[in-house]
């Protein structure tokens, strides 16, 4: 079983990152499988985890992103993992190996985004708001296209309102997990 979106694994064996697009496919286990369908080696075999945070610093710091596109997946990721834990406990401090990480983590990928693209400027602008720097926010979200308008205008109003923090919206009755979610 693939987790959805997971992307990047470790192997429980040999503890190696890879990308699964990447990985040899030994066999298929269709989900109608019975016992003794397929090798019991196979169905043996540990699923594939999503990362925890750790493994994402660990990732980034092994080069696992070989290039500017892999590293921006994982900075991501890195990111909206902590955002996620933040979000389960809104109280709970985060880890000070985080805490450290972050920052840099932020600016990184901050420089790998592409400000003419429209989303890309609004993450870029999340980026900015999370790290204080309310004036570029600002900035970037001088001029946005109409269909990322209320995302823009949403980040603004925390902006504006000096809220660093990982926001959680209201969308009519639903709440919406997080603003910036796109896949890199
Ligand atoms: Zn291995």
């Not at 496919?25 to 945070?53: N, Q, S």
């Not at 994982?74 to 450290?100: C, G, H, K, M």
């Amino acid at each position: 079983m693939l987790p959805m979106s997971t992307v990047v694994a470790k192997c429980p064996d040999c503890k190696r990152f890879y990308w699964i697009e990447e990985a040899d496919v030994v066999g298929v286990i269709p989900h109608y499988a019975k016992p003794g369908d397929v090798p019991l080696e196979w169905t043996l075999a540990e699923e594939i985890k999503r990362l925890t945070i750790d493994e994402y610093v660990e990732a980034l710091e092994a080069g696992v992103g070989r290039d500017a596109s892999e590293e921006r997946f994982l900075r991501v990721r890195f990111w909206w993992s902590v955002n996620d834990f933040v979000r389960r406990d809104p109280t709970a401090e985060i880890p000070a190996t985080y805490a450290q990480k972050l920052p840099e983590n932020l600016a990184r990928l901050s420089a790998l985004l592409d400000v003419r693209n429209p989303k890309d400027r609004l993450m870029k602008a999340e980026i900015a708001r999370v790290m204080g720097d309310f004036a570029q926010v600002e900035e970037l979200l001088e001029d946005v296209p109409e269909d990322l308008k209320w995302e823009a205008d949403t980040l603004l109003a925390h902006s504006r309102a000096k809220n660093r923090l990982v926001a959680k919206l209201k969308v009519g009755w639903e709440y919406k997990p997080s603003l910036f979610r796109w896949l890199p």
